[in-house]
């Protein structure tokens, strides 16, 4: 057990306790400053964002106001760098109190805030997104304040003055002595610290009620909880308030690189209470409309909660159950000679909270040292970040931001990651790395950093593979959680994506890629084995460019149709690892078909799979597979050489000959200069894979390869060996001298953009036409037909005649069914019945890589056993349009194994259906 | 802007979208040739997330973005990555200027105009290399770069001519107009001063269909400044275009075009790109219509004479960026299949990667033909001489790559109704007489 003496004792490493802890080491006294966590994860970094102008309370709390412009001004000057001077309006909606603006106008004069009233139409040339019909809007003086920076910038100048941190150390005990109190602190690691103070000062913000407790104090504290949300970008660059009395979600905060909108205001059952309930959410977006029209299907990105203490002094008078009444100013309380409480108050208002605890400790101990906080900047160098939303690019820019970019999003780079890494005496959580960079906090949520993220931790400290694997399983899983709430419309896709890389791609679901599904009761589209009819001269619209679009479109093509393809865009095939799972699929006629026509093309010849490694180097079980992986099948016999790049980002050797090794295969990694050295941009899997294809390249990636090899008997690369060559392989075999294998890589996919190039150029040198970037957005329908579909073209929309359609629009992921946050499912082009069910909160379980799936997997179109679509009533819409692929309701292919079977099975069958009709 | 859909269509605000896929980068067509561009993904949608309106632009790279489209068509999620990219490239100019290179490259429209008269001079500079690589040098266009021929006389000349000799002063007002049987042609800046041609055969079929033909004095679209970064410029002629042709759009008067990307500057970029989504604007792009597009137009509605002679050839087609952005098909093979004979197959090429100005630029050039090397491979492979593509810029870049031969497609419909050039600037009947 160690003894620690100081002056004061600062309990919560809030804004608050890190003020306080700055102010007294200035006038100083000898301060030490402990937190169960780290720094700011307490309310100051679960709140909003607002350096408040004051303007929020001068109606109703004039005090506050003024407290908080003076604050204000102060923080904008003694650090700047925390702080983004955004500007702020309130504006009234036409559904707001109209008398309450000039009211407001008064109070915030009486509270010396300033206001400038601005006109709509100029308003919105700055804020494009703020609804038209706005009726009025004011200019106030708020800002944005990173709740972070703030703690690192004050609690570094406090460490310049002196004062020491004592980080994950719970305070457990208090107890007052003949000259102060003794602390009994609990560190994360389970040693015990006791701290000789002769002050303490409880800044535990809504926890500060059980710290007075531990002292036997009774300090009545109340919690208000409140919800944010962030969306996805910055809707405005200026905070937008609503102009009326506070309420719910009144306020737009532009924070970094996201809009944060809030807050809720619930009475909390302990300060702890993080919950977030639907309706909060939904509120929040409600109210989000009536700022900016669109709001609610724009992108939620993360939601939290924080918990406000709100003090109630004995005897305070009952002000609501919302405790939005409560004043909220703060309070210092002395309870008694070494014990000083502060708490309520706002971020905006932590200096100022700080100077008044800290004057009272100072009158307690007899030192009459002035507070000094408000006149000078905080001292050089200890504020590290620039609050403009550019500063990252523009340093990745200028190449002050050297190597590769990990988190893209959030524009992190390599070796940002490492000094991260570095500064840590244990090993961190990824989740420590996302609150020390925001890696991965931006729209892909981790679905590309984590991985690569947990190659550099497993490079920075050593760790089995498998550690690092485990790190990465841990923060995808608290991704997840933070996400969930939110997962419906553009998130719901983004996350689907993430899993679709998690579980395929990275194997990190453990069940393999192709399995029997024991539950799946075939429907007899999937059992017939009629041949297509032949279609000379039919016209065929194929809508959807994803693996079961194009296949439909081989097949009738093969039948003799005039084929047309129409996506939005191109599909899921390049975010596939490249080979097929078939699972129950794998004796059907489409795949037998679709094996036929893949056995003419050189590019993407394919073989029977077996247990192929993922990226991460865990073995899946794979149905069939193009050549190029096929030939890394896990036999335990051969000792392998996993070959990297160094410094590319989306493939890392050790990680996969690790978990390689971890499964008995003789395994070592080698990580190999790409020539000649890249110093531009990251290369993407496919600009690799382009590179390749130039036999220079290849023969001295190959020569540098045969240099390392060590007996090994195969070669595995990251699939990029050529994109358009299908020669690549077979050279750097002859070349190195051993069978050279590829294994999948992070998006975009080498082995699916070659399956796509290759099904795009046979179709196109058969006349069918491929057209990409035409949104079909209805369809025509005469009688029972579909004579034609609408294309939302530039200008006006388009009519493409056909005589049978296929609709292989993929389902949520691929846009073919759309989601919003009540629930709903809907299939935008036709107003096809979806099954999918209505609560949101059940569309996932608990945990993303669940074995089973998710039952939002098996949202899909209602079909009769011809593939047709059908109406709500449950009567096929038109006799001569089917749905193939992932559009089909009912099915679970990601879990449940046939992702590529299910496509190719009812590419073939729905087809054969639409022909016949 | 105040439904839904506007909101998550409004080009900067599409960011929202991205989920990171990386679709786009798989089908860049410049990344994969130049370590200097990180690729539409970065520059677009994850960039944006960190553009503050307003303030001085801190990112370059995106000046490799060569514009092609590519990457907004294949995003199935509705991100405008090109449209984001090429407002990026303007706030680069806002902040840091224009070079005086890319502000000459902008303004086709007027030295298409001013170098006619000499066209002799001018051409026999192009072709000189010595003056070429002294250009290249001083002003950084690459003297390998596909520079056009001057005509010698331009297309509006002739047009004010023809009109005289039949004793048309000025154009028609729209309220004169019979909407069933006129049309409005656009016939841009390349027409003008290079390829008078394809607009003389354009308004011989039209005439030929029994339209009156309209011809407004129109501006440049805007297009090349657009690209380069000089929105004031560009949305200075477009306002200009927009003014001229709201009168006709509003009587239902289709505006034609055989320059695809013109076309495509007048029904999206104005809207997309410049942000001009005022309702003149809205009601021009939605009368428009690249030339193709109308004839296959005609025929669906059955007024397209299928008269058509044979023509036994089979020609590759390349389908321009600019075309495959309006959406619209392939209209060129749809309406070439009616002619007898004639067999087309498109070639598998995202780009010719002459981007309007791109590939005039001496720093741009080699990525610019490595992008257009797959056409080069096919026209090769099938040993062809003859290319057939709806917009200028990439006749010409093909041409260069390939040495082939290349001209609009509406060449093929004059031909296969038998139209003479003789016929075509002295026309032996007054439409509608
Ligand atoms: C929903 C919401 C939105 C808000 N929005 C804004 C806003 O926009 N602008 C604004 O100015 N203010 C805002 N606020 C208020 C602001 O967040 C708080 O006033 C401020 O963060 C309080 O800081 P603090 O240091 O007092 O408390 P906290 O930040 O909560 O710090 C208390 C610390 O004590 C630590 N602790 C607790 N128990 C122990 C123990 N036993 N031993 C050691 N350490 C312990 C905790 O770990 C924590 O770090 C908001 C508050 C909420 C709830």
């Known amino acids: ?43 100051s970094g679960r709140f909003h964002g607002l350096l408040h102008s004051g303007g929020r309370y001068a109606v109703r709390d004039p005090e506050s106001a003024r407290e908080c412009i003076a604050e204000n001004r102060i923080l904008r000057r003694i650090a700047p760098g925390i702080v983004e001077d955004t500007g702020g309006v309130f504006v009234a909606a036409p559904q707001d109190p109209p008398d309450y603006a000039d009211q407001w106008v008064t109070a915030c004069a009486a509270a010396g805030i300033e206001t400038e009233e601005i006109a709509i139409p100029a308003l919105r040339r700055r804020e494009p997104a703020l609804r038209p019909d706005l009726v009025r809007a004011f200019r106030v003086p708020d800002g944005s304040v990173d709740g972070f920076d703030l703690g690192h910038a004050f609690s570094r100048a406090a460490e310049s003055y002196g004062a020491r941190f004592l980080l994950y150390h719970r305070v457990t005990a208090l107890a007052y002595t003949t000259d102060g109190m003794r602390a009994t602190l609990n560190s994360a690691d389970g040693t015990a610290v006791v701290v000789e103070a002769r002050w303490v000062l409880n800044a535990g913000g809504p926890w500060a009620g059980e710290i007075a407790a531990l002292a036997g104090h009774d300090l009545r504290v109340r919690w208000s909880r409140g919800v944010m949300i962030a969306m996805n970008i910055r809707w405005v660059n200026t905070v937008v308030n609503r102009l009326r009395p506070p309420d719910d979600g009144d306020i737009v905060v532009p924070v970094g690189t996201v809009s944060v909108i809030g807050t809720t205001s619930v009475a909390a059952s302990s300060p702890d209470d993080n919950t977030i309930e639907p309706w909060e959410v939904s509120k929040m977006l409600d109210e989000g409309e009536a700022l900016i029209a669109g709001f609610r299907t724009a992108r939620a990105l993360r939601a939290w909660s924080g918990v406000r203490p709100l003090y109630e002094p004995p005897g305070a008078a009952e002000e609501g159950a919302d405790g939005r009444g409560l004043k909220r100013t703060f309070s210092v309380v002395r309870h008694g000679p070494g014990f000083t409480s502060v708490l309520g108050g706002k971020l905006t208002t932590a200096r100022l909270m700080a100077e008044k605890a800290a004057d009272d400790v100072c009158a307690g101990l007899g030192v009459d040292a002035p507070c000094t906080t408000a006149a000078e900047p905080l001292p050089a160098g200890t504020e590290r970040r620039y609050h403009t939303l550019g500063h ?36 961190p959580a990824l989740d420590d790395l996302r609150r020390d960079l925001r890696l991965g906090m931006g729209p892909c949520q981790g679905g590309f950093c984590a991985v690569r993220a947990a190659g550099i931790l497993r490079q920075a400290r050593d760790l089995p593979a498998s550690e690092a694997v485990e790190a990465l399983r841990v923060f995808v899983a608290e991704r997840f959680k933070g996400g969930r709430p939110l997962l419906w419309g553009q998130h719901l896709r983004q996350f689907l994506l993430d899993e679709m890389i998690y579980r395929r791609i990275l194997g990190l679901d453990a069940c393999g890629d192709s399995r029997p599904a024991a539950s799946l009761s075939l429907p007899p589209w999937a059992t017939d084995e009629t041949p297509i009819p032949a279609a000379a001269g039919q016209r065929v619209v194929v809508i959807g460019a994803g693996l079961a679009g194009l296949a439909a479109a081989v097949h009738a093509v093969q039948a003799g149709a005039r084929v047309r393809v129409l996506a939005a865009g191109l599909g899921r095939l390049i975010l596939t690892p490249g080979w097929f799972a078939l699972g129950t699929f794998a004796a059907h006629p489409g795949v037998e078909a679709f094996r036929r026509w893949a056995a003419g093309q050189d590019l993407i010849r394919l073989a029977e799979g077996g247990r192929l490694p993922s990226l991460l180097g865990i073995p899946r079980t794979v149905d069939l597979a193009p050549e190029g992986l096929a030939a890394g099948a896990i036999d335990g016999a051969t000792p392998v050489l996993i070959v990297g790049f160094a410094g590319w980002r989306d493939f890392d050797a050790a990680l996969c000959s690790g978990m390689l090794a971890a499964a008995g295969v003789s395994c070592r990694a080698v990580s190999i200069d790409l020539p000649p050295r890249h110093e531009g941009w990251d290369l993407s899997p496919t600009e690799l894979a382009h590179r390749f294809d130039d036999p220079a390249f290849r023969a001295e990636v190959a020569q540098r390869v045969r240099a390392r090899l060590n007996g090994e008997a ?54 069918a036409q491929v057209q990409v970037g035409h949104p079909v957005t209805r369809l025509i329908v005469e009688g029972d037909r579909v004579t034609g579909v609408a294309v939302a073209s530039a200008g006006r929309e388009t009519i493409f005649p056909g005589d049978a359609f296929i609709l292989a629009t993929g389902g949520l992921y691929g846009g073919g069914l759309l989601s919003d946050d009540r629930g709903h499912v809907w299939e935008p082009i036709a107003g096809l019945a979806v099954m999918a069910g209505d609560d949101r909160t059940a569309w996932f379980r608990d945990t993303l890589l669940d074995p089973a799936g998710h039952p939002v997997h098996t949202f899909g179109l209602r079909v009769d056993e011809a593939l047709r679509p059908l109406n709500e009533t449950g009567h096929p819409v038109c006799a001569n349009l089917t749905v193939a692929g992932h559009a089909l309701g009912g099915f679970s292919p990601l879990a449940g194994g046939y992702d590529e079977g299910l496509d190719l099975a009812s590419a073939y069958a729905a087809v054969r259906a639409a022909l016949q009709a | 802007m105040s439904d839904l859909l506007h909101l998550l269509e409004n080009t900067p605000f599409t960011s929202d979208l991205c989920v ?13 040739h130049t370590d200097l561009f990180p690729g539409p993904k970065h520059v677009g949608p994850q960039a944006q997330r960190m553009r503050q309106p307003g303030a001085p632009s801190v990112d370059h790279s995106v000046d490799y973005c ?42 086709n429209e007027v030295w298409g105009r001013l170098g006619t008269p000499f066209a002799p001079l001018l051409n026999f500079g192009t072709g000189n290399r010595v003056l070429r690589w002294a250009a290249e040098k001083t002003f950084r266009v690459s003297a390998r770069a596909p520079l056009p021929r001057w005509a010698g006389y331009t297309f509006r000349g002739w047009w004010v001519r023809r009109q005289a000799r039949r004793g048309i002063r000025g154009e028609k007002a729209a309220e004169a107009c019979d909407p069933a049987r006129t049309v409005v ?21 039209l005439e030929h269909l029994g339209f009156e033909v309209i011809v407004p004095p129109l501006r440049c679209c805007g297009l090349p400044m657009q690209s380069n970064g000089d929105f004031k410029a560009a949305r200075h002629y477009a306002r200009e275009n927009v003014a001229w042709l709201e009168p006709y759009a509003r009587r239902g008067i289709p505006i034609v075009g055989t320059a695809a990307s013109c076309m495509m500057a007048l029904k999206g970029d104005y809207i997309h790109i410049l942000n001009m989504s005022d309702a003149a604007t809205q009601a021009v792009a939605a009368g428009v219509w690249d030339f193709m597009e109308f004839l296959r137009h005609l025929h669906t509605i059955g007024r397209l004479d299928t008269n058509f002679r044979r023509i036994d050839r089979r020609l590759p087609y390349h389908a ?83 040495g082939a031969e290349t001209f609009h497609p509406v060449m093929l419909i004059a031909e296969a109704y038998g139209l003479r050039m003789a016929e075509i600037d002295d026309p032996p009947r007054q439409p509608g007489a």
């Not at chain 1, 990251?718 to 190195?736: C, K, Q, S, T």
């Not at chain 2, 679709?23 to 994969?32: L, M, N, Q, S, Y």
């Not at chain 2, 991100?79 to 490239?89: C, F, L, S, Y």
């Open chain 1, 1 to 43: 057990m160690a003894n620690l003496a100081c002056d004061v004792l600062v309990i919560g490493g809030g804004a608050t306790g890190v003020c306080a802890a700055y102010d007294l080491a200035r006038r100083g006294l000898q301060v030490i400053l402990a937190d169960r966590n780290d720094l700011s994860t307490g309310t």
């Open chain 1, 392 to 427: 990252r690019l523009a340093l990745l820019e200028s190449g002050k931001m050297p190597g590769a970019l990990i988190c893209e999003c959030e524009m992190i780079t390599r070796p940002q990651l490492e000094e991260a890494i570095a500064a840590y005496d244990h090993v």
């Open chain 1, 714 to 767: 195969r070669v595995g690369f990251p699939a990029v060996l050529g994109l358009h060559d299908p020669r690549v392989r077979a050279e750097m075999a002859a070349w190195i001298g051993v069978p050279v294998f590829e294994v999948p890589t992070l998006t975009p996919s080498v082995p699916g953009t070659r399956l796509y190039n290759t099904l795009k150029r046979w179709l196109l040198r058969q006349g």
């Open chain 2, 20 to 32: 990171k896929c990386n679709i786009c980068t798989a089908h860049c067509t410049v990344a994969p």
């Open chain 2, 66 to 107: 060569s514009g092609c489209g590519i990457c907004t068509l294949v995003c199935p999620h509705g991100v405008r990555v090109m449209e984001i990219n090429t407002q990026a490239k303007a706030a680069m100019v806002e902040t840091h200027g224009i070079s005086l290179r890319n502000w000459f490259l902008g303004r």
């Open chain 2, 185 to 205: 042609y656009f016939h841009g800046c390349a027409t003008n001063a290079y390829e008078p041609h394809v607009g003389r055969t354009a308004i011989a079929v």
């Open chain 2, 320 to 402: 321009p960026c600019q075309l495959k952005a309006h959406g619209i098909g392939r209209p060129a093979l749809d309406v070439l299949a009616l002619i007898p004979g004639l067999e087309m197959e498109e070639i598998d090429a995202d780009c010719c990667g002459i981007c309007g100005t791109y590939g005039f630029k001496a720093e741009k050039r080699a990525i610019s033909e490595a992008v257009g090397q797959p056409i080069v491979e096919h026209v090769r492979a099938g040993g062809h001489d003859q290319v057939v593509c709806d917009t200028e810029t990439c006749r010409w870049q093909i041409r260069s790559l390939t």
